[in-house]
């Protein structure tokens, strides 16, 4: 009973795995790189691809003439001679890997050596048609084609694919058995990623930046533009960014600062952008009858500062000469007028108020399909007090992402619905067509569509008649809002340091583009009205050509 119960063991229960060590010992592989999957743009513009290369192998038990193989790969491929030797010699290894992605010419010239135990197989190489172009969003993968940030990284699964491999008999001491055919197990190549980025409004943005660049050599600069009507992400640009066919793998820290993709990874202080969502709490809190809300007609105090506990938080400007007085809604947020947006939020109460910086999603991620997406920094709601308030209501005190920032102002002025910022649609085979459609995402309803398309035309004059003036472009309804922010080093502002901003949107009365420019600490710049308006008001320029897109009546 004992012997057979043994036997039962051996064979059925242990028996797959001792038949896989068996086949170890009787074979010797080389692997054979399945192509990763494509990742294009909404058009079907390829924007990461792969060209054919290849890889070298060394099996030292069938190498006949050690010497003469590590001299000769040496003198190919650049290798170090003796420390490929001695991995031959110590015969301790099954199989050597020399070096990878080759072209071709250098593998034929390989073939007329006719090396006994050296071999080489097809391999890829990544390439990226655009160079720099969407760098920080697409990412890059390692040597040997696995993504290690960017999309490359986040949809991995779907872009590597499964490898294969040779097989050849070996005998006990792994040289190839004589007149023994090779057995293929076939690579699966990787599924594509077809993304929402256009690539032409991408190189509008990327163009917009590098002219920012060079006016105020700004410590970095950013475009993001969104599809309010569904969150899709139509183009995120990154000044400095980096070539990621050349990428400075030896240099980490830079590699890591280049490809960091800080509009979904970094957080700041908004400033006077954050205004659009003080003004929607109010106009919707209002039309739903509270009466802690102002009313639309309602004119604000013209001083240019409000005591709150005991301190002076002021406005922007002095208000002299007759300026930011008798202001409406409307006219302060044409002046983005500091004191009437703390009065807003102070009547409404901090939890009115939270509940709308809540239901906009700051404090949480967006959900968008990227690794590494921060959630920026927002006080909880029972430690808040006044002065808090106070400053948020006008972008400080509170930190963003901005793609935070960009999703709630699509939710703001769409008619009040937010959704998750998407930047891939489909994952498909180019043979077989479509696998998987993603579908845009709607998490809420943040306000009603009366609201959102009232704070939608007051936006609009903010760019026609207000601080938005940089953006307005003639026969087209264009929204937005300035901001300009502080920024702090160990805890105290840094004097002369700003982010400077500006969200725009068109057309107003149905927002099909959404723009966030960003400018971090520019050179010349004073204001988010000058600096970042006049890069989404090219930005939309570029897309109007682009999708002749003519003019309203």
Known sequence: ????????????????????????????????????????DASGDLLAGNKTSYAVYVRPRCVTDEALVAKTLSNLFEVDENKLLNKIKSQNLSEITVVRQIDKSKAIELEKYHLDGVYYSVDNTRVYPYSDMLSQTLGYTS????????????????????????????????????????????????????????AKIQ???????????????????????????????????????LDLNNLPRDDIETLNKLTRNTLVADSYEPGSTFKIVTALANIEEHLNGNSNAFSLNYVFNSSNYRMVDGRKIKCWTTHANGKHSNET??????????????????????????KYVNRLNFGSATGIDFNGEAIGMVLYENSVTNGDLARISFGQTIAVTPIQLAAAACACVNGGKYYSPQLA???FDKELGIAEVIE??????????????ILASYLENVVSQGSGKNAYIEGYKVGGKTGTAQKYENGIIAQGKYVMSFIGFFPSSSPEYLA???????????????????????????????????PFN
């Not at 080389?30 to 990742?39: D, Q, S, W, Y």
């Not at 983005?336 to 109460?349: E, H, K, Q, R, Y």
């Open 1 to 40: 009973m004992l012997v057979l119960s043994r036997t039962f063991y051996i064979q059925v229960v242990w028996g797959k795995d001792l038949r896989e060590i068996a086949i170890d010992q009787w074979t010797r592989e080389l692997p054979i790189t399945a192509v990763r999957g494509e990742i294009v």
């Open 143 to 198: 040597i040997d084609g696995t993504g290690i940030c960017g999309l490359e990284a986040y949809y991995d699964k779907y872009l590597k694919g499964t490898d294969g491999e040779i097989l050849y008999e070996s005998d006990l001491v792994g040289k190839d058995v004589e007149n023994s055919t090779p057995h293929y197990a076939q690579a699966t190549n990787g599924l594509s990623v077809k993304l929402s980025i256009d």
């Open 203 to 241: 190189l509008i943005c990327e163009s917009a930046l590098d002219k920012v660049v060079n006016r105020y050599s700004p410590k970095s600069c950013s475009v993001l533009v969104l599809n309010p009507q569904n969150g899709r992400v139509l183009a995120m640009a990154t000044k400095p960014s």
């Open 329 to 354: 809604l409307q006219e302060a947020l044409n002046n983005s007028c500091n004191p009437c947006f703390v009065d807003i939020a102070l009547s409404l109460g901090k939890n009115t108020f939270y």
């Open 425 to 427: 649609t489909e994952i």
């Open 440 to 453: 845009p995402k709607l998490i809420s309803e943040v306000a009603s569509q009366e609201a959102s398309k």
């Open 516 to 550: 966030l420019a960003i400018v971090d600490e520019p050179v010349g710049g004073t204001y988010g009205s000058t600096v970042a308006a006049p890069i989404v008001k090219e930005v939309f320029e570029g897309i109007i050509k682009h999708k002749n897109i003519k």
